[in-house]
C-alpha cells in the first residue's frame, strides 16, 4: 500500500534548536498538507502546497516556522528557533486534487513527528 | 478554529454494540468526512459524504448528513475492539480551497 512517510517519528530537543521535519508524500499526490495536533487546539492546518507551489500557509506561525517542497518527493517543515509552545504532533498528509476549491478526494495522512521542545 | 464539533466526546461501549457520533458544523459545505485516528497513529479516511448527499454506506459504516441541520452523524454497527479509536469529521467549506476543518473527535473505547 502507498503511504505518507514522516520523518523522524520522535524529536525531542532544546528551545532554541532549529528542528526539521520531512514528508515523502504518495507518489502521484500533488498536494500536500501539514498539519499540527495539540490536545488544546487539536488539529490545526499549517500550510499547503499543490504541485509544490504553497497555496495557503495563514495558519502557520511565520516568524519561526517555514514550509517548502524542494521537489515532488520530499516537504519539509521547519521550525527556527524551536519554543516550548511548538511541542506537538506534525502531520503531513497527501491527496490528488486537480480543481480549486472543489475536492472529492481524501487526503493520506503520515504517521506524524511527535516533537518536544524541553 | 474549528468548524465541526463532535458529540459525545467520549463513549464507551461493548463489542457488538452500536456506536453513534454526531457532528455540527457552522457553514456551507462541499463535502464531509469523517476520519479515524488508532493512538499514536495518523488519520486514516474512513468515509466521505457529498453536500448533495443525505445517507452512505461503507461496511459496518453508516453515514447520514442533514444540511439543514448542518450536521452529520457515523455509526458503527456491530462494534468490534479494533474498532476503538478517535473519530473526525472534517469539512470541506463552499468556496474553502480543499482546507479541511477538523473537530475535536469522538473518543470510542469498545470492550471485550
Known amino acids: 500500500d502507498a503511504r505518507v512517510t514522516q520523518t523522524p517519528r520522535h524529536k525531542v530537543t532544546e528551545m532554541g534548536q532549529e528542528v526539521t521535519m520531512r514528508c515523502q508524500p504518495i507518489?502521484?499526490?500533488?498536494?500536500v498538507f501539514w498539519y499540527r495536533q495539540t490536545m488544546m487546539q487539536g488539529l490545526e492546518l499549517l500550510a499547503y502546497?499543490?504541485?509544490?507551489?504553497?497555496?495557503?500557509d495563514s495558519g502557520m506561525p511565520k516568524d519561526r516556522f517555514s514550509a517548502e517542497m524542494p521537489d515532488a518527493t520530499l516537504a519539509t517543515l521547519k521550525i527556527q528557533p524551536s519554543e516550548p509552545r511548538d511541542s506537538a504532533v506534525y502531520f503531513c498528509?497527501?491527496?490528488?486534487?486537480?480543481?480549486?476549491?472543489?475536492?472529492?478526494?481524501?487526503?493520506?495522512f503520515g504517521d506524524g513527528t511527535r516533537l518536544s521542545i524541553l | 478554529s474549528q468548524q465541526g464539533e463532535e458529540d459525545p466526546q467520549a463513549l464507551s461501549i461493548q463489542e457488538g454494540e452500536n456506536a453513534t457520533m454526531n457532528c455540527s458544523y457552522k457553514?456551507?459545505?462541499?463535502?464531509l468526512q469523517w476520519y479515524r485516528q488508532n493512538s499514536g497513529r495518523g488519520l486514516v479516511h474512513l468515509i466521505l459524504i457529498r453536500s448533495n448527499e443525505r445517507e452512505k454506506h461503507s461496511g459496518r459504516l453508516r453515514v447520514t448528513l442533514d444540511t439543514s441541520k448542518k450536521s452529520s452523524s457515523l455509526l458503527i454497527t456491530a462494534s468490534r475492539a479494533a474498532d476503538t479509536a478517535s473519530y473526525f469529521c472534517?469539512?470541506?467549506?463552499?468556496?474553502?480551497?480543499?482546507?479541511?476543518?477538523f473537530g475535536a473527535g469522538t473518543r470510542l473505547a469498545v470492550h471485550p
Open positions: 472534517a469539512t470541506l467549506r463552499s468556496g474553502g480551497y480543499n482546507k479541511l476543518i
Open positions: 498528509a497527501s491527496a490528488s486534487i486537480y480543481r480549486q476549491g472543489v475536492s472529492n478526494q481524501p487526503q493520506h
Open positions: 507518489l502521484g499526490h500533488n498536494t
Open positions: 457553514t456551507s459545505i462541499n463535502n
Open positions: 502546497f499543490r504541485n509544490r507551489a504553497p497555496l495557503d
